[in-house]
């Protein structure tokens, strides 16, 4: 009798449980599906659908796929981070400062290649402090990272003459036309080179995290730091490597932000970390590390941009705010719901 | 007599460590105003020694509340936020009624009591959604504190329609934060701030609330296990930080005689600073009010010296960064020596 109740509430355990992975699988591509279909049903007395001006209209697309590019490039390398249990509060302001540099060095005759290879180096450097401080000088990865966050910006700041808001073109020393190739200029589709490498990015990402041995390590550590340590793997040298790929990419993103805006802006990435975290953990990866998913992050990215990019037609902008500090709890709580932590603070 | 016979090993060490790295701190904000003083010129006179603590009075304000916070091992980022909120919300609602045409000269028309009041629990309110998401949801408060910032700066634009309101106010509405000792500087927020620290200060050191927020910071699990409610700590802990937001937010209103949405941009930063530099560690249940105060003047110290000497804003936040980092490794290693 006792085994016969013990069998049905253990399937019934096991039902639910199956229920919520199922959710847990999909939820993310239904939301984005809704969201696309709320903004796509918006205004539709006003705008044909798929017609010009419409949410689903091929200009409005491919806006919203440049719009993109900077977190589909950064998103990927914040998920490995965040799989291994760390975080880089700091990308935002890295990738400020990367299009800063990047700008400065095409307004002052650097041609296309080396500009791009100084500024990742940039970025790998900034990844490396990052890395350096959590890792080597164990400082609280929240505290070291909000303070670097500070030093970017305020070298960015720095590097920006007074007077001026960018690094810009003027009358006396213009900036090149072809600075905006990068991110404007239509290759494929209809889509610009920056779309492409972010693509490309993402695969690389994508296999890195499921078929490599430093997606299996990342997830080692954030599962399981001492388990990880005691069994031969280096946390030191991986999380670090994590930092400086994440450096990388916020320079690949800041170049492509430089690149889009032909200047470079050392406030343009301010709040890129929030809208990394919200595509993060709307793609499922647990807080506190040990799981996740490169590729629902970036699906996770898209509902962003989705939301950004609807919100600006329908409401007044200074309604932004509430819209995407709502959107962060929201998937702050979604998360919290489906993904079952193995709690460890 | 046993009881003595029994301390005798701890003799050498009398202070606790709290008080050791505050102390560490007092040295280290001599040795920079010393600095200060001799690249910047006037930097040693009362004046400007006065204006130094005075006018940060609105991030040690804000920095108590974070100072507890961090203490108990998590942040509170939304303070910023909150005061931006509190500001604009005690000018919409004792704006007049239907006055003008401008919307943003309009308000609720509440006499500038229950304004103030109804600000502080909307103040307190915020901190309560913090508490119910970190204390009972469990979710990482990094997270939830900076969704809250974005949520009561985004409440604060749409009330200003992103800009600010400041027609149509009460009298009383500018007293608050221009009132002081007829004859001198001092005005009553630097008032509230010396008498917040002293309250604090007593909180801290006499009261079991307080140690067991310490417990609580130290090893959360050991603290609930031996019956501590955490999550009622906490609770507390996050309204109090909404609170000391939301009188800094009226006094700042007051002061200006307008809600900024934009107003307090960034304070969540350097009120996480100051407590840092003061020896506030996330690690372990460590720190204390008056170091946070020792740091917030030295913060002061550094920034003012840099505007001295006519460096560009902008160094502020590079300086900032510098100041923490070296902060942080400094009392460690000072830590270590001590033990060691």
Redesign the interface.
């Known amino acids: 009798m006792n085994t016969i109740k013990n069998e049905t509430l253990q399937f019934q355990l096991d039902r639910s449980e199956k229920i919520r992975s199922t959710i847990k699988q999909f939820y993310i591509y239904i939301v984005l599906v809704l969201i696309v279909l709320v903004f796509s049903l918006m205004k539709l007395d006003q705008v044909a659908m798929f017609g010009r001006g419409h949410f689903l209209s091929p200009d409005s697309i491919i806006n919203l796929l440049r719009s993109a590019v900077p977190i589909m490039t950064l998103s990927g390398a914040f998920t490995l981070l965040m799989i291994s249990g760390y975080?880089d509060l700091s990308v935002g302001s890295a990738m400020s400062l990367s299009a800063v540099v990047y700008a400065l060095m095409i307004l002052n005759g650097f041609s296309f290649l080396p500009a791009f290879v100084i500024t990742l180096v940039v970025g790998i450097v900034m990844g490396f402090t990052n890395g350096y401080?959590v890792m080597k000088?164990r400082?609280?990865p929240?505290?070291a990272t909000?303070?670097?966050l500070?030093?970017f910006?305020?070298?960015a700041?720095?590097i920006v003459p007074?007077g001026l808001s960018a690094i810009k073109g003027s009358a006396d020393k213009p900036m090149p036309d072809w600075i905006n190739y990068y991110a404007r200029k239509e290759v494929f589709l209809g889509l610009p080179w920056a779309f492409w490498v972010a693509i490309l990015v993402i695969i690389v990402l994508v296999i890195v995290q499921r078929k490599t041995i430093l997606g299996k390590y990342a997830a080692a550590i954030g599962g399981n730091r001492i388990a990880a340590d005691l069994s031969g793997i280096n946390a030191v040298r991986i999380v670090g490597l994590l930092y400086i790929l994440v450096g990388f990419f916020a320079a690949l993103a800041g170049i492509a932000r430089a690149s889009y805006m032909s200047l470079g802006d050392p406030l343009s990435g301010d709040g890129m970390e929030?809208d990394c975290?919200i595509a993060v953990?709307l793609g499922g990866t647990a807080?506190?590390g040990g799981e996740g998913s490169v590729a629902k992050t970036i699906i996770g990215a898209l509902i962003i941009i989705c939301v950004t990019i609807g919100l600006m037609t329908v409401i007044?902008?200074?309604?932004?705010?509430?819209?995407?500090?709502?959107v962060?709890?929201a998937a702050?709580?979604l998360n919290?719901l489906l993904v079952r932590d193995n709690?460890k603070? | 007599m046993e009881i003595n016979q029994a301390q005798k090993p701890f003799v050498g060490s009398k202070i606790s460590d709290e008080s050791f790295i505050t102390l560490f701190m007092v040295g280290v904000l001599i040795l920079v105003f010393v600095i200060a003083s001799l690249v910047v010129p006037n930097f040693y006179k009362p004046q400007n020694i006065f204006n130094l603590i005075t006018n940060n009075w609105y991030v040690i304000v804000l920095g108590i509340g974070v100072t507890f916070i961090l203490i108990t091992?998590n942040?509170d980022m939304s303070v910023g936020g909150n005061v931006a909120l509190t500001g604009v919300l005690s000018v919409y609602f004792c704006q007049g009624v239907n006055v003008s045409q401008n919307p943003l000269a309009n308000g609720l028309g509440l006499p500038y009591v229950v304004a103030v009041g109804l600000a502080l629990i909307c103040a307190m309110g915020v901190g309560a959604v913090n508490a119910f998401?970190i204390a009972k949801?469990?979710?990482?408060s990094?997270?939830?504190t900076?969704?809250?910032?974005?949520?009561a700066?985004?409440?604060a634009?749409?009330i200003?329609?992103?800009a600010q309101r400041n027609t149509s106010l009460p009298e009383a509405f500018g007293v608050l934060g221009s009132i002081g000792i007829p004859g001198t500087s001092i005005r009553l927020p630097l008032l509230i701030m010396i008498a917040l620290i002293i309250l604090a200060y007593v909180f801290e050191k006499k009261t079991v609330f307080a140690r067991r927020i310490y417990l609580i910071g130290a090893n959360?699990e050991a603290a609930r296990l031996s019956g501590i409610n955490v999550s009622k700590y906490l609770t507390a802990l996050y309204i109090l930080s909404g609170l000391l937001a939301g009188i800094t937010g009226i006094l700042l209103a007051s002061e200006f005689k307008a809600g900024v949405?934009s107003r307090a941009m960034g304070y969540e930063?350097d009120a996480?600073?100051i407590a840092?530099l003061g020896g506030v560690s996330?690690?372990g249940g460590f720190g204390s009010v008056l170091g946070m105060f020792v740091g917030a003047i030295i913060l002061s110290v550094v920034t003012s010296a840099a505007t001295g000497l006519l460096l560009?804003p902008?160094?502020?936040?590079?300086?900032?960064?510098?100041v923490?980092?070296i902060a942080?490794?400094s009392q460690r290693f000072a830590l270590d020596k001590r033990k060691s």
């Open positions: 975080i401080l000088l400082i609280t929240v505290i909000l303070v670097t500070s030093l910006k305020g070298i700041l720095l007074d929030l975290i953990l807080f506190s007044p902008a200074y309604w932004q705010v509430v819209a995407k500090g709502t962060l709890i702050v709580v919290h709690v603070a | 091992g942040f998401f949801l469990k979710v990482p990094i997270i939830v900076l969704g809250t910032m974005m949520l700066r985004g409440a634009q749409v200003t329609q992103g959360p949405s930063f996480l600073v840092l996330i690690a560009s902008d160094w502020q936040y590079i300086l900032k960064a510098i923490t980092f942080i490794l």
